[in-house]
């Protein structure tokens, strides 16, 4: 790592890969000879549209996206998300909705102003620390589709397995997207708010099954509408720029890992060497369940909040940052996204241990 | 200007001062010893929290925004604002809209959706190369609002005066924002996109009397509730970190240029420049009639399409890149925002002479 910099674990907006940053750093002032930053393009020019047209491709292809599916660069994130899926895809009618965590549940409240939202499922009882199996989940058979966030950031679990339903998946996958590997074809629509796997904050992707699109409700703000962005190529008004030639670095970065299988395998190694020391530690315990648990955020604690302040504290003095967890999950909380080295994970095992020995 | 960079006339995105862009460059890895990029903070860490701060504080002073209004940081442009504003004011009744280009007619076509548009004129008939007296506008009493856009960037019109009307006044000032003082009191809301004269797009600013919000319709989505993200200070969801950082960067160059005021003396003498030649040439014309001409966006052309794609490419030999005319309007366009310096509209003149002196 250079020197100066920290490992953040933020839950995001999050680290980037080095390497990215220095090619956005070098490319800045004249971006390869066209004597101009890409802050400064024209959305419709020779050059941008380069950019634009190689990203999607490089997303396609990483993703193994089929060309059933269309592939939109938004804006408004995940929340602005939360109401274009139900304007979109629930004809007023009725949806099942998997509460595993805050943002799905977020999302379940705001799809009620667009039609009858059906829970199948809610974990809040055991406060979010495991994910449902197949068999649990209450589907509705006139669900115009089933929505589920795959991996909570807050609580620090993650889906294991694609559920089966007969409605479409539609999937939030904003804070485990090109971690893995994923079945496009399965899911009728995904999304992605771009600034925990992907890129900075601004950028929202959705993947989206071109034949479920056309049934937007008739008051949904044109760029809202999957058709209408499909139509336009999301180009209906001004992308979010930077945000997706930063997307098309972090594309290529990944290429070099070795892809999304790359980024699978570095993921588990990431969170193993966490989750086993938090097994066997006699101060920290994980919060989620085994066979729940997300590789992406690594959510723990002492159990004494004061220790976990110190804790925090303790660690960012020696250059790891932002392990505080969300103020509505407390304790602490280790986001192993993809651009986290693996040493980093190794220091925040090394780090717990020093800790650990002064305070047992 | 730094060797290899260009003169830039994009209409948007467009060009950032070049000083902006070298502090972005030096700050890129580790944004004052944070041991990070801007890109790479959370939003609610105390870094990113300052610079979001500051830049509301900076922007308020500029343009000298009264306590009756907030300032909000959001995304989705100004065609979600089209959306936007009629959803939150428009209470499902009635507003007036001044067509005077290509933006406002899209806006008026948006609020369709949401209540009865009426249009207090629309100056296609002129190929909107003027803008009405305020005796022209065609005033509803009933109306909520009243809509216009100060500035249309295809047509290269500017309103030179603020109507007056019995209803607020709701202002598109996505193309001529910052490059002038204005009596923002007068209005009831105005927004714009950061992609002309601000920061790099995937930011829009919007300024909103406090009074007029709260009486949005059921189903707007959350992010599009004036009311929720004043309540929220613009952080019900992750904003675009970046584009914001940008922007606070422009608010301290903009500063040091001698705020509004220092902006609106050196638009008019770019603009003077390039219109006084176009009124003395025997070659090129202004689209834009005198007393409704743009000093962002000045419309031209030569009256023979062969002849003006000779002189975009002739001028592009040269390094002045980006001159050709929105797709609708045709000719030529030559955006002269904050950040194009007078040299750079010198340049262009001197490049029309040269080309008018071997043509005529």
Redesign the interface.
Known sequence: M?E???Y?F???????P?PV??R??AE???YR?????V?????R?PAFSEIFTETKEKFRSMLRIPDSHEILFL??????Q???VPMNLMEGKTADYAVTGNFSGKAAK?AE??GTVRLACNTEACGHSRIPAQEELCLNPDAKYFYYCSNNTIYGTEWQYVPQTAAPLVCDMSSDILSRPVDVARYGLIFA?A?KNMA????TVVIADRSLTGRE???T????SYKTMIEHDSL????????IY?LSLVLDWLQEQGGVEGMEQGKRERAKLVYDFLDGSRLFRAHAEPGSRSDMNVTFRTGDDGLDAEFIAFAARR?L??LKGHKIAGGMRASLYNAMPLEGAGELVRTMKEFERKHV
Do not use: D
Request: charge should be neutral; glycine fraction near 14%; aromatic fraction near 6%.
């Open positions: 250079t100066g910099r920290v953040n933020s839950a995001g907006p999050s680290v980037l080095e940053l220095q956005a750093r800045m002032m004249n000879g066209t004597g101009m930053s802050m400064e393009m024209s959305h020019s804006q408004g994130g995940a929340t602005l939360f109401a274009a705001e102003k667009y708010g600034q900075p904050a601004g950028l409700l008739p008051y703000p044109q760029i809202m209906l008004n001004t992308p979010p720029c930077w945000c930063m250059g940052v932002n």
